[in-house]
């Protein structure tokens, strides 16, 4: 079993930035591609970045050219730096990663607790 564990989440004004952090850990032989999701209240979950093992990465146009999702992977950690944040930012932010846990295991698809992100105006 893998774990994803969020942090980072909070309270900003417009305009501010948030760093968030989610870490992998249990049995872990390989990670894949890693994600972040986000879910505001009344809406369905939608992805907001993706980075591949080799640090590809794609994002929701609604993100662009403000968030940056990162990895470390020597620390199983996954990053996801928010720049000039709006109200419309403001929802439950989920990590995803595909691990597996052994040379023979097959890719199973995980999921952090959520950190929650609000956005003043």
């Known amino acids: 079993q893998v774990q994803l564990v969020e942090s980072g989440g909070g309270l900003v004004q417009a305009g501010g930035s948030l760093r968030l952090s989610c870490a992998a850990s249990g049995s872990i032989f390989t990670i894949n591609a890693m994600r972040w999701y986000r879910q505001a209240p009344g809406k369905q979950r939608e992805l907001v970045a993706v980075i591949s093992t080799g640090g590809s990465t794609n994002y929701a146009d609604s993100v662009k050219g403000r968030f940056t999702i990162s990895r470390d992977n020597a620390k199983n950690t996954v990053y996801l730096q928010m720049n000039s944040l709006k109200p419309e930012d403001t929802a439950v932010y989920y990590c995803?990663?595909?691990?597996?846990?052994?040379?023979?295991?097959?890719?199973?698809?995980?999921w952090g607790q959520g950190t929650q992100v609000t956005v003043s105006s």
């Open positions: 995803n990663a595909d691990a597996s846990s052994g040379p023979y295991d097959y890719f199973r698809n995980y």
